[in-house]
């Protein structure tokens, strides 16, 4: 048997055992955590300067002129004389419809005409022949009188006669159907043999015009006071690029032109004013309706601050960046936005010249964590990116 004195020896070793394990299990929870060690990014020093200012939208490009060909007479289309998509002169013979008809009433008002010449010159004779005689009183005024009157009615009836005959070659030579402007033509909508002309004017084909080129865009009512405030010449000058289905540039040159027309309403159902660019298209390869991508440069006079805009983020209180402060540690910015593209953001509010924007693992970044910083600035900050826009501006 267990004595009293041992029982109480077991017990007093358990309970300090048990007091021992559970004073180093709660050092342990009161032990401070130990700081991540300090984050290396990449970081830009911001400065307001004058850097070129490119924006970008997306549009539609829209031919600068289209004409619908269409039959101005009636009769069965006998001649197709180009091919589907042809680029053709401004004259240049397209259809052909009988000229059958057209040509025997031409013929008809001819004759009229030689017909009511030849009354007329007896007429003139016998106006002639008779004057004479009435001043001898040898013949009676009234007939004289007859003779002027019908001569006078067969000169008014050729001015008819020759304004039928103008007429009739008129419709003979829309028997012939030229092209009224050159450029690329679309596929024919009648084929040989059919009937054209009859009630409303049948559409033939269309013509259009695309070298020049338009592109339509819509800036914001925003950007477009922005342009109108900061651009340094009267007429911005604009670059139209085309994108594949994938997002990707079809042709690494863009098209170069200017912004020729601005709108003078805001849409109210969008806000955004409609505006467009005019490009050079000389190989004729940049087709109307076709999405494409329309770069405007406003100004490279004004100054600004210019950040990436990939490190700007956004939450319920707006838009934050992070910073280096003076201590090397991470400083949430909150900031004010403006004008945009796709190199860059313009910063209106929360940044000051000299200030440390940091660019790389953002992911990771908290406020207050520490930092060690690589500057980057000449190598990836948006003035190294405007260089770039600015060579490219003054080609």
């Not at 004017?201 to 269309?206: A, C, G, I």
């Not at 690589?374 to 003035?383: F, G, H, L």
Request: glycine share 6%; aromatic share 8%; net charge neutral.
């Amino acid at each position: 048997m267990i004595r009293k004195s041992q029982l109480l020896t077991i017990c007093f070793g358990i309970f300090f055992t048990l007091s021992s394990c559970s004073s180093d299990k709660k050092n342990e929870q009161q032990a401070p955590p130990q700081a991540p060690p300090p984050l290396p990014v990449e970081i830009v020093t911001v400065q307001k300067e004058a850097v070129p200012i490119w924006l970008e939208y997306t549009g539609k490009t829209e031919a600068t002129q289209r004409t619908e060909v269409r039959a101005r007479v009636s009769g069965i289309l006998e001649k197709v004389l180009f091919e589907d998509g042809d680029y053709v002169e401004k004259g240049q013979h397209l259809f052909s419809i009988e000229k059958t008809s057209y040509q025997a009433t031409l013929d008809q008002a001819l004759a009229v005409v030689e017909q009511d010449r030849a009354s007329l010159k007896l007429a003139v004779t016998d106006v002639k022949r008779y004057k004479p005689l009435v001043i001898k009183d040898l013949a009676p005024q009234a007939t004289l009188d007859q003779y002027i009157a019908k001569a006078d009615e067969l000169r008014a009836r050729i001015k008819s006669d020759q304004a039928a005959v103008r007429e009739a070659k008129l419709r003979l030579s829309y028997t012939d159907v030229l092209a009224p402007n050159p450029g690329r033509v679309g596929r024919r909508q009648v084929d040989i043999g059919n009937i054209v002309g009859y009630g409303e004017q049948t559409l033939l084909t269309t013509i259009i015009f695309d070298d020049p080129m338009y592109a339509y865009f819509n800036p914001s009512e925003e950007e477009f006071q922005v342009m109108r405030q900061h651009k340094s010449i009267d007429i911005m000058l604009a670059n139209v690029r085309v994108p594949d289905t994938r997002g990707h540039l079809v042709k690494r040159e863009a098209y170069k032109g200017k912004v020729d027309f601005g709108d003078n309403r805001v849409d109210r159902m969008t806000g955004t004013i409609t505006m467009r660019a005019i490009v050079g298209n000389s190989e004729h390869d940049l087709l109307e309706g076709t999405f494409v991508y329309v770069d405007v440069f406003v100004s490279d006079k004004a100054k600004f601050t210019m950040v990436p805009p990939g490190v700007v983020m956004e939450d319920q209180q707006g838009g934050f960046l992070y910073i280096v402060d003076a201590a090397n540690k991470a400083k949430r910015v909150n900031i004010k936005r403006g004008f945009e593209s796709r190199f860059y953001l313009q910063v209106t509010d929360g940044l000051q010249d000299g200030d440390k924007v940091i660019i790389s693992g953002l992911q990771k970044v908290s406020e207050g964590r520490e930092i060690i910083g690589t500057d980057v600035t000449e190598q990836k900050s948006v003035r190294a990116v405007m260089q770039l826009q600015k060579t490219t501006a003054t080609e």
